[in-house]
């Protein structure tokens, strides 16, 4: 990848100081004695309802509920492209009742935004696979490839549809500026939801979506893919005949991934108790059905393991992100 640049919004530090130090007693029940998780839990979600964080969230709960017994409910803390949730699960530190559905703003937040965290600061659990993203448009549009809007990227304005300083099509869109010298304008919102309605009211001109957000309008003819950005086509019988970036001159790929993590400092009974639901959970009809549901590609990493991503995962994303 080549550097880039993507302007970070400031969080006021009077607000994010509230938000971090709320205690992490504030929510569940208390931990057993081995300090594994008891009674009821708390996944975080730091973005609002509707999106693919939210649907990640919802079905990393509803598959580690099953498999555990314990009631785990899903709250949504938005604001700040995500930083607002990632700090008030910064102030659940040692308590094993809380969990957050993690994704690659847990790397590009520290990195872009004047953040008390980083992926180190928390415990990551479980990867549970890599979510790509498509170029989508109104059906009515006069573009039908990604080399169309990027030629007319290059010739006047383009207005694109943002998720957050940080998002993945926020990095997607800023690839694509990189390789291909263009530029694009911008509009914030502050989830996928957000984003696709901000497409089909005519208020953007192209988006970059997850295939799960969108793959209703595409099946209602609302919308119309250009490209994908993954390595390789899609085999999902409904997205197959879309043509990657790659084969139409942009050289662009990436994945967010998706998984949840713990708070930082909590026991070596609470980890392994985790990972070990984390793997149940990966066994599981509910997972498959997540990973369909969503057109995502299944590569379940766990503890350590997922550390690691995270390491090599942020390297890449410092190139994009940080000049």
Do not use: H
Not at 42 to 64: E, K, N, T, Y
Not at 170 to 188: G, K, S
Not at 227 to 238: G, L, M, P, V
């Amino acid at each position: 990848m080549k550097s880039g640049r993507i302007g970070a919004a400031a969080l006021g530090t009077a607000a994010l100081l509230a938000l971090t130090a709320c205690s992490g007693a504030a929510g569940g029940s208390p931990a057993a004695e081995d300090g594994a998780p008891s009674g009821d839990v708390r996944m975080i979600v730091p973005f609002s309802a509707g999106g693919g964080s939210d649907q990640s969230g919802r079905a990393i709960a509803a598959g580690l509920e099953d498999g555990t017994g314990l009631n785990i409910s899903v709250e949504n803390r938005e604001g700040g492209s995500g930083a607002v949730g990632y700090s008030f699960f910064l102030g659940q530190d040692a308590n094993p009742n809380y969990l957050l559905a993690a994704e690659t703003a847990l790397l590009a937040l520290p990195l872009t935004q004047d953040v008390e965290f980083s992926y180190e600061s928390f415990t990551p659990i479980m990867k549970l696979g890599d979510d790509y993203t498509l170029l989508v448009v109104p059906a009515d549009s006069e573009w039908d490839t990604c080399s169309d809007v990027v030629t007319a990227a290059g010739d006047g304005r383009v207005v694109a549809a943002v998720s957050g300083a940080t998002s993945l099509d926020e990095i997607v869109f800023t690839l694509v500026e990189q390789d291909q010298d263009v530029e694009f304008d911008r509009v914030p919102f502050e989830s996928g939801s957000e984003v696709l309605a901000g497409l089909l009211g005519g208020q953007v001109d192209v988006a970059s979506l997850n295939p799960s957000e969108v793959l209703g309008q595409l099946e209602s003819g609302d919308l119309k893919a250009l490209c994908a950005f993954s390595d390789e086509r899609y085999e999902y019988e409904a997205l197959a005949e879309i043509p990657t970036a790659t084969e139409q001159g942009i050289d662009v790929s990436f994945a967010q991934f998706r998984g949840f993590i713990a708070p930082g400092n909590i026991t070596d009974e609470a980890r392994d108790f985790w990972i070990e639901a984390a793997e149940e959970f990966a066994e599981s009809d509910a997972y498959d059905t997540y990973i369909a549901d969503n057109v995502m590609q299944a590569n379940a990493v766990y503890g350590d393991d997922f550390v690691d991503y995270l390491e090599g995962n942020r390297a890449e994303l410092e190139k994009v992100l940080v000049k």
